[in-house]
Structures are given as structure tokens and as C-alpha cells.
């Protein structure tokens, strides 16, 4: 909701397409700068206190927000910093959220588990933005602020309950450059890992339709912050029943082809929602969006925490963060300022194209990813 909220907003004050696309810069620069330390945070110290923390501080930004905006103060200088400071704190949530999983269930469900966990969120996708348009059109951007402010605290006060193991925390993680680089060299040196970890990247930075929704639904289908919200929510449907369909299968065959599926999915379903012309079609080609981006993601988290030594997971996640995460807000940059000169529906076509081709090349060159099937396929009934 307040990712609506805040691109809407920018959009209202500025009218400029190149205004959201520094939103998604300011984004990225939190994500490159804050991605590797929190990842060694993260393997350093306990995982679930990390998870409180990271949400203690957004509460107080969205709280932030809600006033700036309730007393007229709001400027898109002030959004750009505040989004800074929101992916900042969300770098150090990401690498902790998907460490803990393993500590709570076995490695032959880990499919399953991170299914739910990516349905889960795909779900808040859905219904969010959805709700979050009707609520700018009622209450103004202040009140989804100040709603996003009360969630943060209802996710705290669920977290407290839940026992979580803790994870193994050898004696050479510290906090020094020799920790971080070990990381980072895990990572590069296998194919399998960096080669999957480049796929986020290219979809989510040639395909990354997402920033420009504001545009299509003020200025192509003229269909106001409702309609906004349901463009914003199509792509978590087409997750969501895509991550029901993955959570219920316990083998998957082929996985290295599936992942190199969904993402050449992902970049078909971008190239057609440029051109479909009408709100109906751009409705349908987004929720195929996120059926692509489902099949891919959640084969390929599991691929990597399989493939991670446990005190590895929190700089493995932050490697990936920076691709995962980056790809995006980079993507969101280049799609704003791309727009700005040839117009939202051709940033939206030549993306998509660009993520078909680079996907194919990567599928051709690394055999090892082609032909990836998990080790623990075998072990489930």
C-alpha cells in the first residue's frame, strides 16, 4: 500500500516520469550500500531479534511520512530520502526473513516453505494496492501512512511468539572485510549461484513495469487511483496461484528449466502488457507477469539455500539482495527515465524483449543451471 502511495504521490506533485524513476534510484543506492553489511549482521548475531529491529525503524519513517504530508511539508526531495532510508532498513529485513526458514523446516520442503512464504507475501501484493487505490481515493495518501505504521507493529507482535533455533554462528564471522568477501567469493565462484542471481537482475531491470503503473492508469486508461490499485495487484494474483500450484507439489522435474521458463515468462508477459492497448488486456498480461515471476523465484531461492552452508545464508541473501532487490530499483530508474523520452507502452515492450533475449543466452551458456534438479527431490513419499 504505501508503495502506491508514495509513487502516486511523487506523480501527483511532479507529473514527471523521471520523479518516480528517482524514486527507484533512491531505492537502489540504499540497497547497494546497506545489502553486504546486513547480510554479515545477519550471520553474526540472532536472526529473529534482527527481524524485530528491522521493523521497529520503519514504523517510526512511515509515521514520518503521514505527518509531512498531513501538515503539507512533503516535497519529492524529502520522499526521495525517506524511501533511502525505508530499503535501507528493509536490506537488513530480507537476508534475516529467508536465513530463519531453514531453521524451520528440512531441506526436502523447501520448496513448500519458501512456496508459502512467497505466497504470503504475494498475497499483502494483492490485496494491498487493491485496497491501497480505494483508500487514496477516500482517505488520502496520509491514511495508508499511517495504516502501514500499525502493521509494522500487529508483524512485531507476531514474531515475539515464535521459537526459532539458533542458527550455527562459526568463530571466523566477524565483522571485517575478510567475513564479507567470504560471501561474496562463495557466491561468484559457483555458476549455478551467480548465473540465477544475474537472471533477477535482467528481469527485474529491463522488465520492471511496476513504476510505471502510475502512468498507464492516469495518462493511457485514465482510470484513477482505483484502477491503479488493481493494476499493482494483478501481478500478485497471477503469483498467488502460481505459489498454491508449486506449494502442493512435492517433485518438480526440471527445475533448471522451469526457472529459465518463468523468467522468459516474465519478460513475454512485459513486452505484451506494453502493447495491449486496453486496461482489460494490461490486467491479464500482468497477472502472467507474476506467474512467471513466481515459477522462477521460488525455484531458485530454494536452489540457493540448498546450496548455502547455514552460516553462510544472511551474506548469500545479501549478495542476492543486491541483485534481487537492485535489479528493481535500478529497473525502475531506467523504465522512469526511459518513459520520459519514448512514452510508458515502448519501455514496457523493449524491456520485456531485452529480458527474453538475455535469459535464452544465459540458458545456452550455463549448462549447470539448465539442467539443476534439487538433490532432495528424491527423498519425499
Same mark, same amino acid.
Given at each position: 500500500?504505501?508503495?502506491?502511495?508514495?509513487n502516486?504521490?511523487?506523480y501527483?506533485?511532479?507529473?514527471?516520469? #523521471?520523479?518516480? +524513476?528517482?524514486? !527507484?534510484?533512491?531505492? =537502489?543506492? $540504499? /540497497?547497494?550500500?546497506?545489502?553486504?553489511?546486513?547480510? &554479515? %549482521?545477519?550471520?553474526?548475531?540472532?536472526?529473529?531479534?534482527?527481524?524485530?529491529?528491522?521493523?521497529?525503524?520503519?514504523?517510526?519513517?512511515?509515521?514520518?511520512?503521514?505527518?509531512?504530508?498531513?501538515?503539507?511539508?512533503?516535497?519529492?526531495?524529502?520522499?526521495?530520502?525517506?524511501?533511502?532510508?525505508?530499503?535501507g532498513?528493509?536490506?537488513?529485513?530480507?537476508?534475516?526473513?529467508?536465513?530463519?526458514?531453514?531453521?524451520?523446516?528440512?531441506?526436502?520442503?523447501?520448496?513448500?516453505?519458501?512456496?508459502?512464504?512467497?505466497?504470503?507475501?504475494?498475497?499483502?501484493?494483492?490485496?494491498?494496492p487493491?485496497?491501497?487505490?480505494?483508500?487514496? #481515493?477516500?482517505? +488520502?495518501?496520509? !491514511?495508508?501512512?499511517? =495504516?502501514? $505504521? /500499525?502493521?509494522?507493529?500487529?508483524?512485531?507482535?507476531? &514474531? %515475539?511468539?515464535?521459537?526459532?533455533?539458533?542458527?550455527?554462528?562459526?568463530?571466523?564471522?566477524?565483522?571485517?572485510?575478510?567475513?564479507?568477501?567470504?560471501?561474496?567469493?562463495?557466491?561468484?565462484?559457483?555458476?549455478?549461484?551467480?548465473?540465477?542471481?544475474?537472471?533477477?537482475?535482467?528481469?527485474?531491470?529491463?522488465?520492471?513495469?511496476?513504476?510505471?503503473?502510475?502512468?498507464?492508469?492516469?495518462?493511457?486508461?485514465?482510470?484513477?487511483?482505483q484502477?491503479?490499485?488493481?493494476?499493482?495487484?494483478?501481478?500478485?494474483?497471477?503469483?498467488?496461484?502460481?505459489?498454491?500450484?508449486m506449494?502442493?507439489?512435492?517433485?518438480?522435474?526440471?527445475?533448471?528449466?522451469?526457472?529459465?521458463? !518463468?523468467?522468459?515468462? =516474465?519478460?513475454?508477459?512485459?513486452?505484451?502488457?506494453?502493447?495491449?492497448?486496453?486496461?482489460?488486456?494490461?490486467?491479464?498480461?500482468?497477472?502472467?507477469?507474476?506467474?512467471?515471476?513466481?515459477?522462477?523465484?521460488?525455484?531458485?531461492?530454494?536452489?540457493?539455500?540448498?546450496?548455502?552452508?547455514?552460516?553462510?545464508?544472511?551474506?548469500?541473501?545479501?549478495?542476492?539482495?543486491?541483485?534481487?532487490?537492485?535489479?528493481?530499483?535500478?529497473g525502475?530508474?531506467?523504465?522512469?527515465?526511459?518513459?520520459?523520452?519514448?512514452?510508458?507502452?515502448?519501455?514496457?515492450?523493449?524491456?520485456?524483449?531485452?529480458?527474453?533475449?538475455?535469459t535464452?543466452?544465459?540458458?545456452?551458456?550455463v549448462k549447470?543451471?539448465?539442467?539443476?534438479?534439487?538433490?532432495?527431490?528424491?527423498?519425499?513419499?
Amino acid at each position: 500500500m504505501q508503495v502506491v502511495a508514495i509513487n502516486w504521490q511523487v506523480y501527483e506533485l511532479t507529473g514527471s516520469a #523521471a520523479s518516480l +524513476g528517482f524514486v !527507484g534510484l533512491s531505492a =537502489f543506492l $540504499a /540497497v547497494m550500500i546497506f545489502s553486504l553489511p546486513s547480510g &554479515l %549482521i545477519v550471520d553474526k548475531f540472532d536472526r529473529k531479534k534482527i527481524l524485530i529491529v528491522s521493523q521497529i525503524l520503519p514504523l517510526l519513517l512511515a509515521l514520518i511520512f503521514a505527518g509531512m504530508t498531513i501538515y503539507k511539508t512533503i516535497t519529492p526531495l524529502y520522499i526521495y530520502i525517506l524511501v533511502f532510508f525505508i530499503f535501507g532498513f528493509r536490506s537488513l529485513q530480507g537476508p534475516a526473513r529467508q536465513s530463519i526458514v531453514p531453521q524451520l523446516v528440512p531441506k526436502e520442503y523447501f520448496v513448500n516453505a519458501f512456496s508459502l512464504q512467497t505466497i504470503s507475501r504475494q498475497l499483502s501484493l494483492m490485496i494491498g494496492p487493491a485496497f491501497g487505490g480505494f483508500m487514496i #481515493a477516500y482517505f +488520502g495518501v496520509e !491514511g495508508i501512512y499511517l =495504516f502501514n $505504521a /500499525v502493521t509494522f507493529l500487529i508483524y512485531i507482535l507476531t &514474531l %515475539i511468539p515464535i521459537q526459532i533455533k539458533a542458527h550455527e554462528v562459526l568463530s571466523e564471522v566477524s565483522f571485517s572485510f575478510k567475513s564479507l568477501w567470504d560471501g561474496i567469493t562463495f557466491v561468484t565462484s559457483n555458476p549455478v549461484l551467480i548465473y540465477s542471481m544475474a537472471l533477477d537482475f535482467i528481469a527485474n531491470f529491463f522488465s520492471s513495469a511496476t513504476i510505471l503503473l502510475p502512468i498507464f492508469a492516469k495518462d493511457v486508461f485514465s482510470i484513477g487511483p482505483q484502477g491503479l490499485g488493481f493494476l499493482y495487484a494483478a501481478p500478485a494474483i497471477g503469483s498467488t496461484v502460481a505459489g498454491f500450484v508449486m506449494a502442493s507439489y512435492h517433485h518438480i522435474k526440471n527445475q533448471g528449466l522451469f526457472i529459465l521458463g !518463468g523468467v522468459i515468462l =516474465f519478460g513475454l508477459a512485459t513486452l505484451l502488457f506494453g502493447l495491449s492497448g486496453s486496461y482489460f488486456w494490461a490486467l491479464v498480461f500482468l497477472t502472467m507477469v507474476g506467474v512467471g515471476d513466481m515459477i522462477s523465484a521460488v525455484l531458485r531461492t530454494t536452489m540457493r539455500q540448498i546450496m548455502t552452508p547455514d552460516h553462510l545464508k544472511g551474506r548469500m541473501v545479501a549478495v542476492n539482495t543486491l541483485f534481487v532487490q537492485g535489479g528493481p530499483m535500478a529497473g525502475e530508474a531506467q523504465a522512469g527515465f526511459t518513459a520520459q523520452f519514448i512514452g510508458a507502452p515502448l519501455t514496457a515492450v523493449f524491456g520485456g524483449a531485452l529480458t527474453i533475449a538475455l535469459t535464452i543466452l544465459i540458458g545456452l551458456k550455463v549448462k549447470k543451471l539448465r539442467e539443476y534438479q534439487s538433490p532432495y527431490d528424491n527423498i519425499l513419499p
